[in-house]
């Protein structure tokens, strides 16, 4: 074995040149491959993370027009949703645990000198969980509130930064009172602002946010939380129902699809694992074809490598050589230069994914009115790494093994007949 | 008999089938020193492949040492090779990337002795051929004479029953040439090694004890040589 090495070791030393040459299409694969496949997760984490609720048993309820003329309602009359709805969504199955409404609505906050607008819904305590709002400080809206109609609000850090002209030390923004619209609010907490957002999102109390708007305003949304639908047809199959039966509750045509928009994180959820895989999967296949292009370049140089070599076989076969212990040293060789190289590239790869965590996938991109991370936790799994740089050595073996084959096979004579 | 040919046949089939040997008979004994003399296209290059196992034969029979070489696979064509047969070319046929003891150690290496014993082995034979200031050095670094040594310490070195020199000269000025010759000579005398010596000059086939003349594709003349007084050249020792 150590022989081997030996004989592998001069006969690159000699060839430094066509060394290199492969071991940087070899590493160059790898490279490719491994920053591929790192960049392709972190987009799908950032998909993910962006998306990144938790609650999944959950329906949102949004109002739209009548499609068509129904009973003497005519096409086009926009559905209009208020507590009844949220009453009667709550009763329509036993599989609703709880509907809850949103009434929101746009508005200036002003503190000061300070003025920015934001968005304000007036929502119920249970928001919170559903939405993973995470507070950076104080406390969310309570039944409390809701119960005294209380003039309190939570706004996002970033507005709390920007009303106190402090990046820093935000927090304390907490019990002053800002404006909103013409009245005083007492800011009670800050929630974080989500990675992807557009513009501010303040949340006051959906009691006070009624009193507010009794200018006929009307629910944004319900909120359904469901249980006990498993499958995608179990889903549909619902959303089905209760689309009639709201038609029917506001006398709409039952069979009108345009009257209420409904979104489903189950389905929505069961959609992004289905193009995750997808993009997983093309991820892959393009992966294979760099590694494909490594293998035809390590195929060529090794082609070549043999003819270069064919008086050198034609020498040692005269001396006693076998087909076989040549065809060996061929394919050591060939194993040797994609095994060091391909280690080299998947060490410099994986380092490539670092750097582009540490830099592309720090920041979230700005794009104006929306913030959003792209990329997050770029790099692959040591074990994808191993397992591609495998994949690349076993390749590389392949490749070497028909022009070894040539070299191994050729007749001494003409070997020896050939040019140096 | 070491050496028997019995009506050995070769023939090249190309655009133009070419009958190369024409039913070759003949015969050496262990410890003759021979040289098979011919000019270029009378067969006597297809006769040094087909004697050094690395062509092979149409019809008739070679025998070494009894066995017979026909058919052979090529593990077995390596083994022989090996173990049977030394070859001294005319361009040397040193590997470049390797040391001069590097290259005699190749044909052990084949056998499978092990590093050190081949490397004490391959230096003993350098030794011996007054090289062995120069086991270290690579052939590009050698003079024409200093690279043929070598490549005989490699045909050497695993004591094989016949060494075959394809125009061991060829490429060598007159003054080395005569070293060379005379190196052999001495190997024939004190090793009582057998050497066959293809060529086609006369002043170097004169070194040799039986001179056989291959004239297209046949054997021709046999000379006994001696007295090494067959030819012009040579006998006063300049070979050029």
Redesign the interface.
Known sequence: MKDLFTEIWSSLRQNKLRTTLTGLAVSWGIIIIIVLLGTGNGLMNALLSNSGDTVLNLIEVYPGITSRAYNGMKEGTPMRFNERDIAFSEQFSGKIDRAFGALYFSDTLSLGRETLSSNIEGVAPLVKDTYNIRLAAGRFINENDLKNNSKIIVIDSNAASQLLGDAKDYTRIIGQDIVVGNIPFKVVGIHETEEMTWGHDSYIPYSTARIMRTDGAWLGRITLHFHGLESKAANEEFEHRYKRAMNTFHGADPEDTRTTYLMNRYLNNQEMSKGIRIMRTALWILGFLTLLSGIVGVSNIMLITVKERIHEFGIRKALGATPWSILKLIVMESIFITAFFGYIGMVVGMGADIFLDKTLAAHPMDMGIIQLYVFKNIGVGFDVAIKATLLLIVAGTIAGIIPAWQGAKVRPIEALRADK | MLIELKDVNKTYFGAQPLHVLKGINLGIERGEFVSIMGASGSGKSTLL?IL?I??NYDSGEYRIDGKLIWDLS??KA??Y???MIG?I?QSY??????TAV?NVE??L???GVT?HKRHELAMEYLDRLGLKEWAGHYPNEMSGGQKQRVAIA?ALI?KPDIILADEPTGALDSKTSVEIMELLKELNEKDKLTIIVVTHESGVANYTNKIIHIKDGVIGEIEENIRHDAMIFGADGSLK
Not at chain 2, 93 to 98: D, E, Y
Request: net charge positive; no cysteine.
């Open positions: 492949n050094g690395l062509d090529e593990s390596a083994e090779r090996n173990k070859f070319f046929n040193l590997i470049g990337f390797k590097e190749l044909p290496f084949y056998q590093r490699r695993t």
